[in-house]
């Protein structure tokens, strides 16, 4: 999960006062809230009104321009939380080995966390449209900000001598479509754990990339 457009709460510019930032995250929290109880098409500014206990739809348009910038905004500020807590415990290792692992391990715990949230990033993706027509966002964009981040691990791991020589884009691929399968598994009634997750994912993983004899 990358962000490359927008900002957070975090961010905001200083001329932004403090009461001003505080009611576009109560805005975007009650955004996420409806797209993941009732769907992307239910998320109207008057539900997330309701939801959020403002008065009127009026202080939602004060602070985002259409529903399109709200949504935008759901992506950045939920991708941005995301990226931070993976980042931490990626950069806190030292091999390619650690940090591939350590990545898979915090991407599926944060997910097992926040179910909410990733399913308001899918409720958007899938549903979102463009002057077009056409997905604005789609899953092709969730792909490719994984393998943004995969790849240059694989390469790493691959010129320490960690992992044996394989095409570092089909296996971020495949990375990515095992951990896809382990969130479903995951969801499903009586599905695996996290723990499970983690587990049965890095095993297959490091399987798959460890130096052969």
């Given at each position: 999960?990358?962000?490359?457009?927008?900002?957070?709460?975090?961010?905001?510019?200083?001329?932004?006062?403090?009461?001003?930032?505080?009611?576009?995250?109560?805005?975007?929290?009650?955004?996420?809230?409806?797209?993941?109880?009732?769907?992307?098409?239910?998320?109207?500014?008057?539900?997330?009104?309701?939801?959020?206990g403002l008065?009127?739809?009026?202080?939602?348009?004060?602070?985002?321009?259409?529903?399109?910038?709200?949504?935008?905004?759901?992506?950045?500020?939920?991708?941005?939380?995301?990226?931070?807590?993976?980042?931490?415990?990626?950069?806190?290792?030292?091999?390619?080995?650690?940090?591939?692992?350590?990545?898979?391990?915090?991407?599926?715990?944060?997910?097992?966390?926040?179910?909410?949230?990733?399913?308001?990033?899918?409720?958007?993706?899938?549903?979102?449209?463009?002057?077009?027509?056409?997905?604005?966002?789609?899953?092709?964009?969730?792909?490719?900000?994984?393998?943004?981040?995969?790849?240059?691990?694989?390469?790493?791991?691959?010129?320490?001598?960690?992992?044996?020589?394989?095409?570092?884009?089909?296996?971020?691929?495949?990375?990515?479509?095992?951990?896809?399968?382990?969130?479903?598994?995951?969801?499903?009634p009586?599905?695996l754990?996290?723990?499970?997750?983690?587990?049965?994912?890095?095993?297959?993983?490091?399987?798959?990339?460890?130096?052969?004899?």
């Amino acid at each position: 999960m990358r962000v490359t457009s927008g900002g957070s709460g975090q961010d905001a510019p200083p001329s932004r006062s403090l009461a001003a930032t505080a009611r576009r995250a109560q805005i975007v929290a009650a955004t996420i809230e409806v797209i993941a109880e009732e769907g992307y098409a239910r998320a109207t500014f008057s539900r997330i009104a309701q939801q959020a206990g403002l008065s009127s739809t009026r202080l939602i348009s004060y602070h985002f321009g259409s529903r399109d910038e709200l949504m935008e905004q759901v992506l950045v500020e939920v991708g941005t939380g995301a990226q931070r807590a993976i980042g931490e415990q990626v950069a806190a290792e030292t091999t390619a080995t650690g940090r591939l692992h350590a990545r898979i391990e915090a991407q599926l715990r944060w997910i097992a966390a926040y179910p909410g949230q990733v399913r308001a990033l899918y409720e958007i993706s899938m549903n979102a449209r463009d002057d077009e027509g056409g997905l604005r966002y789609g899953p092709e964009a969730s792909a490719e900000a994984n393998l943004t981040e995969l790849e240059p691990i694989l390469t790493a791991g691959q010129q320490s001598g960690e992992f044996r020589e394989f095409d570092v884009r089909l296996m971020g691929l495949t990375i990515k479509s095992g951990i896809d399968a382990a969130i479903a598994r995951m969801f499903q009634p009586a599905g695996l754990t996290v723990d499970e997750c983690v587990r049965e994912i890095t095993t297959w993983v490091g399987l798959a990339t460890r130096r052969l004899p």
